[in-house]
């Protein structure tokens, strides 16, 4: 079946400008994550969404960052006034289940590469 | 501190070797643990979960010690195909987020 699928897969942005990016989860997945990860580095926690619940934004490094899910399903990340920093893999998970085994395991997307010259 | 810990690596082991890898973690509240593996430039994969009484799976076992705050990873007869970035992964609650540390990179040569 279809995995977590983000776009764009690749992003080349100029600083200042800003940036969307895309993720649809699994079909019947209700939680939602959002990482990024920089060159060589693990991965960084951003915003969470649980079904109707309010989100963890919790990791957001800023207010240029924000994310929504419309629908409970695919999810925006948006960040304004991209900085040089800003530039890593921006990676979305889902996962099935609000609570007990079935939320353990995230179903990675393959992640957008975002860099800003 | 990190919330979560690694060994630092990098881990270059012969074919056939065997290899530990452990990760920290500092709340005790945590509740659930996790190894993920992620090859070079591409999404991370759930290898296991680790269980409280430890658990096998093929070449691969996984501890978990409570008291100590620390998971393991012991992988056998090591493969070429077991090269990769070894991430372990913390939750505090049966749902919400993770926390990942930086990840063990392991290449096992022939």
């Known amino acids: 079946g279809a995995g977590v699928s983000q776009s764009p897969s690749n992003k080349v942005t100029e600083k200042g400008k800003d940036v969307e990016l895309r993720c649809d989860p699994i079909?019947?997945?209700?939680?939602l994550y959002w990482y990024r990860q920089s060159l060589g580095q693990g991965l960084e926690f951003l915003i969470y969404?649980?079904?109707?619940?309010?989100?963890?934004k919790s990791g957001l490094p800023s207010d240029r960052f924000s994310a929504e899910r419309t629908g409970g399903s695919v999810s925006t990340l948006t960040i304004q006034r991209t900085q040089q920093e800003d530039s890593a893999v921006y990676l979305c998970?889902?996962?099935?289940?609000?609570?007990?085994?079935?939320?353990?395991?995230?179903?990675f997307g393959p992640g957008t590469r975002l860099t800003v010259t | 501190r990190k919330e979560v810990e690694q060994d630092p690596g990098p881990f270059n082991v012969p074919e056939g070797a065997t290899v530990a890898f452990n990760c920290t973690y500092s709340?005790?509240?945590?509740?659930?643990f996790f190894w993920y593996r992620q090859d070079c430039r591409k999404e991370p994969k759930l290898l296991m979960s680790?269980?409280?009484s430890g658990n096998e799976d093929g070449r691969f076992t996984a501890q978990l010690n409570r008291a100590s705050q620390y998971i393991s990873l012991l992988i056998r007869d090591s493969k070429l195909s077991d090269s990769a970035t070894y991430l372990c992964?913390?939750?505090?609650?049966?749902?919400?987020?993770?926390?990942f540390g930086d990840g063990t990179t392991l290449t096992v040569k022939p």
């Open positions: 998970a889902s996962s099935l289940g609000p609570e007990g085994p079935l939320s353990y395991e995230q179903y």
């Open positions: 079909s019947g997945h209700t939680a």
């Open positions: 969404f649980q079904g109707n619940s309010a989100p963890d």
């Open positions: 709340n005790s509240a945590s509740q659930s």
């Open positions: 680790v269980y409280s």
């Open positions: 992964v913390v939750k505090n609650t049966n749902a919400g987020k993770s926390t």
